[in-house]
């Protein structure tokens, strides 16, 4: 059902092989935090297995140096704003322009609405490989479905937004999704069906909250 041309495969997998091999060099300990997706905070450990967890409001962690704080969070920021996550031009969808209408609003959100709810969704899709113990199709699924949700449903989702605030606030969703899907990627690896599921709910949890925002758009 989601198919890609080749040069979008290889970009989305060059992608999370960039995430993943960040999340590799901040785990030589017990984990790493990433700071400053919003209000949240997320922190996860991949030793001995996969795990992902939603904390509270961002802080460092008491055992945490500032110095290693504020060091973590401009490496994963500067990865996340560096040329291998921009807009590709051949086939970007961050260029295009939508009309903000009552009908494109319904339109937009109404395609995340179908990856969140819909059993053909993608969503309802992951659910099913992690429950038949399908890993390889997880983790490849996962590979690809943050070009198809994050990058595209929800971006022109976001271009409908008039308020500069919620479209700060709807960034921070979709950076959190992104994180979301590397958790279940991450889980499948080590074929991790309990730390799959918490990360399947954190995607639902944010598309959730994210497609709150359609009934608070004015329209222009």
Same mark, same amino acid.
């Given at each position: 059902?989601?198919? *890609?041309?080749?040069?979008?495969?290889?970009?989305?997998?060059?992608?999370?092989?960039?995430?993943?091999?960040?999340?590799?060099?901040?785990? #030589?300990?017990?984990?790493? +935090?990433?700071?400053?997706?919003?209000? &949240?905070? *997320?922190?996860?450990?991949?030793?001995?297995?996969? #795990? !992902? +967890? %939603?904390?509270? $409001?961002?802080?460092?962690?008491?055992?945490?140096?500032?110095?290693?704080?504020?060091? &973590? &969070?401009?490496?994963?920021?500067?990865?996340?704003?560096?040329?291998?996550? =921009?807009?590709?031009?051949?086939?970007?969808?961050?260029?295009?322009?939508? @009309?903000? +209408?009552?009908?494109?609003?319904?339109?937009?959100?109404?395609?995340? %609405?179908?990856?969140?709810?819909?059993? $053909?969704?993608? !969503?309802?899709?992951?659910?099913?490989?992690?429950?038949?113990?399908?890993?390889?199709?997880?983790? @490849?699924?996962? #590979?690809? *479905?943050?070009?198809?949700?994050?990058? #595209?449903?929800?971006?022109?989702? %976001?271009?409908? /937004?008039?308020?500069?605030? /919620?479209?700060?606030?709807?960034?921070?969703?979709?950076? $959190?999704?992104?994180?979301?899907?590397?958790?279940?990627?991450?889980?499948?690896?080590?074929?991790? /069906?309990?730390? =799959? %599921?918490? =990360?399947?709910?954190?995607?639902?949890?944010?598309?959730?909250?994210?497609?709150?925002?359609?009934?608070?758009?004015?329209?222009?």
């Amino acid at each position: 059902k989601y198919l *890609y041309d080749k040069q979008q495969q290889v970009l989305v997998v060059m992608k999370f092989q960039s995430i993943l091999l960040l999340i590799a060099l901040l785990n #030589k300990t017990n984990g790493f +935090t990433v700071h400053g997706l919003g209000s &949240r905070r *997320y922190k996860a450990s991949f030793v001995g297995g996969a #795990k !992902i +967890t %939603r904390l509270g $409001a961002c802080s460092a962690d008491p055992e945490e140096s500032a110095s290693s704080f504020s060091t &973590r &969070r401009n490496v994963i920021a500067t990865l996340l704003q560096a040329p291998l996550f =921009a807009s590709v031009p051949a086939f970007a969808f961050g260029d295009e322009k939508v @009309e903000i +209408t009552k009908e494109n609003i319904a339109k937009y959100f109404g395609e995340v %609405r179908f990856e969140l709810v819909d059993p $053909a969704g993608g !969503i309802a899709h992951i659910s099913d490989a992690v429950d038949a113990n399908n890993w390889g199709e997880v983790k @490849e699924f996962t #590979k690809g *479905y943050d070009l198809e949700l994050r990058k #595209k449903k929800m971006g022109f989702a %976001r271009k409908c /937004m008039t308020d500069s605030k /919620m479209k700060d606030d709807a960034l921070a969703l979709r950076n $959190a999704v992104t994180f979301d899907l590397i958790g279940i990627n991450k889980a499948a690896r080590v074929e991790d /069906m309990d730390a =799959a %599921r918490k =990360a399947l709910q954190l995607v639902k949890d944010d598309v959730s909250e994210f497609l709150k925002f359609e009934d608070q758009i004015v329209l222009p």
